[in-house]
């Protein structure tokens, strides 16, 4: 194949690719809706980690 086809070709098909990849990440933050169960979740997740993590020291008797 010459080298200009093939760089024509090259030149087509990254552009191509990148406009899929834009497009993809368009429709892919149109799909993540903040709703408030996945707010909950995330917070009910954080809340479970700073208790596990963090033990309280036992007072003397």
């Avoid at 149109?30 to 036992?58: D, F, H, M, S, Y």
């Amino acid at each position: 194949m010459h080298p200009e086809t093939h760089l024509a070709l090259h030149r087509l098909r990254a552009a191509e690719l990148r406009a899929q990849a834009a497009e993809h990440h368009l429709v892919s933050q149109a799909k993540r809706p903040r709703n408030i169960r996945t707010r909950v979740g995330w917070t009910l997740v954080e809340v479970g980690l700073r208790l596990a993590a963090a033990p309280k020291p036992v007072p003397a008797v």
